[in-house]
Each structure stands twice: as C-alpha cells, then as structure tokens.
C-alpha cells in the first residue's frame, strides 16, 4: 500500500476550486467574511523522541513558528462555504548536541514547512444538512491527529495528514434524526533527517458511519451509532540491534463498531450523554507479528456544563480500544476534566487533566517470546494556558495571545529490566516510561473583513 502523495492536496484543490467557482455566482445574493491571518510563535519540547530519561538522554529542541493564512466564507440562503487555514515555516532553532550529532549536525534539518488547512461545502435546509470537507495537516505532533488513542508520544516524526469526509444529515418526521458519514483518510511519514532510521508507515483509512437517534420528549433522546471500515498500512522501517535497517509488515485491519447511546439535556447549559457497546477487529496481510482478532468493549460518558462567557466544564471517562497501533494495539480505560475559565470576554485560562490506562495484551500481540507479561501503562497528562484577545472589533478577536504549557508521564510495569522479557529474547531490553514536557506561545493577528449583509 503506497498512498499518493498527489491525492492529499488533490482534494483539498478541488474544494478551491469550488469555493471560487460558486463565489462569482453567489456574490450578489450572499454575504463574504474573509480573514487575514498572521502568526508568530515558539514552541518547546524537552523530550521530542519520548524516551525514558532514565536510560537515554531525552533531547530538547526549540522552534520558532512564522505562519501566514487567510479564512474565507460565503454564505447565501442555503450554501455555506468555507476555505482557509494557514501555512508557513517552523525553524529549529536549538537543540541538544546529542541530537545534533544524529541529524549530520545541522540543527536546521529539523524546520519543516508547516501547514493546516480545511475546506466545506454545506447546503441546508430545514429538514436536511449535506456537507463536503477536507482537513490537510502537516505538523510533527502525531496527537493533534489522533488524541491519546496513540501510545507514540515523540514529537520527532513529520507526516502529512489528510481527511476528507461527506456528511448527510436528516430528520425523519418529529422525532426520529439520522446521520450518514463516509471519510477516506491518508497518513504519511518523511524519512527522518541523519542516522535515525525508523521510519513509521503510510496508511490510510476508509470508514463509514450511520447513527439514528430518537427523541423520546424535549430533554431525552436514545439512539443507535453504527460505524465500520479499514485501516491498511504500508512497511514500517526500523532499525536492529546490530544498526540494520530491517523492513517491518505491519498488520492492516478492518473494523465494526455498534453503540447504543442516550442524551440528556437538563436545562440549555447542562448535558450528560452516554454510549456503550462493542467494536470487533480483523486483521489481514500480517506480518511477522501474527495479531489475534478480538472484541472489545466501548463505554463513553460525558458531563458537560457550559455558561457563556463564564466556563465550560466537561467530566468525561471512556474505555475502548485504540484505532492506530502500527501493531502495537491496547485497551485502555481513562478519565478526565476540561475547564475553560473566563476571566472575562476577552481572557480566559485552561486546565485540563487525564489520566489514561493502557493494558497491551502479549498474547493478542504475539509478544509471548519477547514480554514475559502484559504491558501495563499508567498515563497522566495536564495542561494548563490561557488565551488573551488583546483587541477585538465588533466582538470579533484581531489580536490575540495565547500560551500553553503541557505535561505527560507514562510509567510502565515494562521498564527495561531483565525480568520483563523473556529469557531466551536477545534484542533490546525497551523501557517504555517517559515524560515529556512542552510549551507554546504564539501571536495572532486577524482582522476580519465584511461584504454583504450580517
């Protein structure tokens, strides 16, 4: 499997394409908001390659964030669209000597080009919503894509990541809402810089989604949540004790997930919703690696409450199973709370904590002859920042500062030492606990621009 590098901006093209087509038709019946975008920034990572400090010196590398973007949107009766994000240039601009040496010893093979943009269509109507969209991203934070659902917390690997999803939604007479959803979503990795050699693979994924929800009366509403698809994976490249460069098969899998879930409004400012049920997981075109095929079970709760202008607080705890493993798969049951304060309209700080827990199954991972028992990781993440709309015009933030500060620390029952793996396995002896510290500041200046009626 060797997605395209071509089809990522394809799509994303062709949603310019249509924004600019139907702006000269529309412009005298619909109204335009387009902003400028312009964004200075630093950002910190103490342990890019999420290793245990420990055992291995963890590396720091700073980076400095020019980014320029522009957000248009035009809105007629019906259609809406949206196209903009923002792009530029993230510079390294220190590190530690350790990882210098490994990068031919060049600092500056570490700035990449930096980008997230997003597309949309949407036509409405009072009983029916379609939408198109497409979402690019080119960072190095593989969590910014898929949450704490990955166990890979290295901030070292660049990818370019791309999602394109069409949405139908409907209402069937006075109580019955209904949601079909298709995405097509590829993910790849550049080859990193110098003697570091593992090199994640390629994937993509397919995946479609149908939910049906039934409003029993104003405050509470059940419903079933269908979804299923593939995941498919290239080589991944990894490197051997001995310093060879070794070709790893990683194991595809498709999937079939049913919840069964009930919303509660309490008043407009209070909501609990809760979901349940189960996901199944077949694998094929495996490798060495011979991955069993299991059934979890998945359990969602969330309590939100959010006053404007004042806080948002969300409680929420789940457990599941994790979608992106490159053959390293796991359960998982977490907890955590999301607070938003606002100081007032024009400033408010975040907190938020998580703690998460992961159970590698050796047996399901055919890791009996490496692990000599099942990887347990206890996970905490916090953070904390805030966000300061410096100037604001009609409501609408022109300049705004923003800052945060993120802390994570797995600690592991598989930590390196001789008891942990097998007698008779002669690799490395891995640990897996690490923490990681990171920080951001960036500037945004965006002043918007109005044509047509509000």
Same mark, same amino acid.
């Given at each position: ?272 919703? &809760? #979901?349940?049920?189960?996901?199944? !997981?077949?694998?094929? +075109? $495996?490798? *060495?690696?011979? @991955?069993?095929? /299991?059934?979890?079970? &998945? #359990?969602?709760?969330?309590?939100? !409450?959010?006053?404007? +202008? $004042?806080? *948002?607080?969300? @409680?929420?705890? /789940? ?14 049951? $977490? ?120």
């Amino acid at each position: 499997m060797k997605p395209s590098k071509f089809w990522i901006p394809g799509s994303f093209l062709f949603f310019a394409g249509l924004f600019l087509f139907l702006l000269i038709p529309q412009a005298n019946a619909a109204s335009a908001k387009f902003t400028p975008t312009l964004e200075l920034g630093y950002h910190w990572n103490n342990n890019i390659m999420a290793t245990d400090p420990d055992q291995i010196d963890s590396i720091s590398v700073q980076w400095a964030d020019y980014l320029v973007g522009l957000n248009g949107m035009v809105k007629s009766k019906n259609i809406t669209l949206s196209l903009g994000g923002d792009a530029g240039y993230s510079q390294a601009v220190s590190s530690t000597k350790d990882l210098e040496r490994l990068v031919k010893n060049s600092v500056s093979n570490l700035s990449y080009l930096n980008a997230d943009l997003i597309a949309g269509f949407d036509y409405t109507n009072p009983r029916l919503e379609f939408s198109l969209t497409d979402a690019f991203k080119r960072n190095r934070t593989f969590s910014d894509i898929f949450g704490i659902q990955n166990s890979d917390f290295s901030n070292f690997y660049l990818y370019d990541d791309n999602v394109a999803t069409a949405t139908l939604k409907w209402r069937m007479g006075a109580h019955f809402d209904a949601l079909a959803q298709y995405s097509y979503w590829v993910t790849m990795f550049e080859k990193p810089q110098g003697d570091i050699t593992t090199h994640y693979g390629n994937s993509y994924q397919q995946s479609g989604e149908f939910k049906l929800m039934y409003k029993i009366n104003p405050k509470v509403s059940a419903g079933l949540d269908l979804q299923g698809g593939e995941r498919v994976y290239a080589e991944n490249t990894q490197r051997d004790t001995l310093g060879n460069e070794i070709k790893q098969k990683v194991s595809s899998y498709t999937y079939l997930q049913e919840l069964a879930e009930v919303d509660f409004a309490f008043d407009p400012r209070t909501s609990l919703i &809760v #979901a349940a049920g189960a996901n199944q !997981r077949q694998f094929f +075109n $495996q490798g *060495d690696f011979k @991955l069993k095929d /299991e059934d979890y079970p &998945v #359990a969602r709760i969330n309590f939100i !409450r959010a006053v404007k +202008n $004042q806080y *948002d607080l969300t @409680l929420s705890g /789940e457990c599941g199973s994790n979608t992106y493993g490159l053959n390293e798969y796991f359960t998982y049951y $977490q907890a955590g709370v999301l607070f938003d304060y606002y100081i007032r309209k024009q400033l408010h700080l975040t907190a938020d904590v998580i703690y998460k827990n992961d159970t590698f199954s050796r047996s399901s991972l055919d890791l009996e002859e490496i692990w000599a028992k099942n990887r347990v990781d206890g996970i905490i993440i916090a953070e904390g920042g805030f966000t300061w709309d410096m100037l604001r015009k009609q409501d609408v933030p022109y300049l705004s500062l923003s800052a945060k500060y993120e802390y994570l620390d797995r600690n592991s029952n598989i930590d390196g030492k001789d008891n942990d793996y097998e007698p008779g396995y002669g690799g490395l002896h891995y640990s897996y606990n690490t923490t990681v510290q990171s920080a951001f500041v960036q500037l945004i200046f965006n002043p918007s621009i109005l044509i047509g009626p509000r």
